[in-house]
């Protein structure tokens, strides 16, 4: 045993001397979509429809139903065939099985209702799944933008408490004036209000991301490179309208109009069904009375004349299709008009994220410069915390750039149809 305990020693203190493992935006997208009440609903409605379809077909199969009554009674002829009163117990059983063989087209147009419907339902679970996917790229970056702020500003707060403890010496001895003591410490001060107002984003950014995910987010990953986006714009826009979910549920609900105008039609066609019954009688019309039967055959229906409401919902039906219709192209206009701006906000965000880039060197090189010629006297304290605030706000500005272009590339890939399951 001591000898076991030796021979693990040298694992256990590895195990607790390993870093722990940050963790990334795959993993956040996984527990997004493992803990989405929307998506889990969206799921469900997808998984009822299917059920509906299935309810629909089973319309083409065979019915058995079995009916019985049994009773005790009292039956008085009344003298008719010299039969006189009775006690009498009144027995009835039927078994009856049906099979349409033509239905007018009533039972395909119901089943390309529910198969749309079922369309409609997948649509909405991907679309909820997109939505969940791109609000944890969100948040995810977020929560590293607020803390990167955060820890920028207590950075700076601290470098300008410094400064200004250097500003009240040199004040006290006579090398700068009180408007530059004053000037330091209202640097200071907006500092300490950066910082607060960085904390408060940072806890709104953490408990937006737990609400997400269901985790606290513990110790996070820089953020990734942007996902490959379209080649083109054209390329951006067939993808999107041959995937996106919003509009597939559009052409869907086409396609169920145009699938109840069939069933409104169908609606002044006959139907006609085999059927075979058997039925099992005892005391129904008089004492002892016996009786057994046996029957198949053809049964059909046909309404000649309805009064006007078949034609009265086969206008209703018509009228839906072309409303359908119209949110159809209106949905590929906005579709169009959504990945034309994704396109375009992706392009400015990457743009704006290049150009943060040079103004955040740019910004810590003068912030360097300026303070190694505020130490040898050639520029005032003033100019040290301007630089200081101009590099903190260049920081900031990258950080939100990067991550604006992040979430921007990955909802544009949402509306393409490229981000995968």
Known sequence: MRRLTLLLLPVCAAALAAPAIAQDLPSAITDALEHAPALAAARAGEDAAAARLDRARAERNPSVAVE??????????????????????????????????????????????????????????????????????????????????????????????????????????????????????????????????????????????????????????????????????GEALDRAKASNPMLQQAREGSAIARAAARGARAEGMPSVGVYSEAAHVRDQFFPGYKADSLAVGVRGRWTLWAGGRTAAQTRAADADVAAADAREREAEQMLEGAVIDAWQGYATATQVAEAAGLRSVAAEEALRSTRLEAQVGAKPTLAVLDAEREATEAEAARIEAESRRLVAAWGLNALSGGVAP
């Open 68 to 233: 019985g009554t049994v009773g005790k009674g009292r039956i008085d002829p009344g003298g008719f065939f010299g039969l006189t009163a009775a006690n009498t117990t009144p027995v009835a059983a039927q078994a009856t099985a049906q099979m349409p063989l033509w239905a007018g087209g009533r039972i395909g147009a119901a089943i390309d209702q529910a198969r749309g419907r079922l369309g409609v339902a997948r649509g909405q679970a991907e679309q909820a799944r997109l939505e969940t996917v791109v609000g944890a790229v969100a948040a995810y970056g977020e929560v590293l933008t607020a803390r990167q702020i955060e820890t920028r500003f207590e950075r700076t707060q601290s470098e300008l408490a410094e400064v200004e403890r250097q500003a009240a010496l040199r004040f006290k001895a006579g090398e700068i004036a009180m408007s530059d003591l004053a000037q330091a410490r209202a640097r200071k001060a907006e500092a300490e209000a950066g910082l607060a107002q960085a904390r408060g984003r940072r806890v709104s950014a953490e408990a937006a991301y737990a609400r997400l995910t269901g985790k606290a987010p513990g110790e996070l990953a820089l953020l990734p490179a942007p996902p490959p986006i379209p080649a083109s714009l």
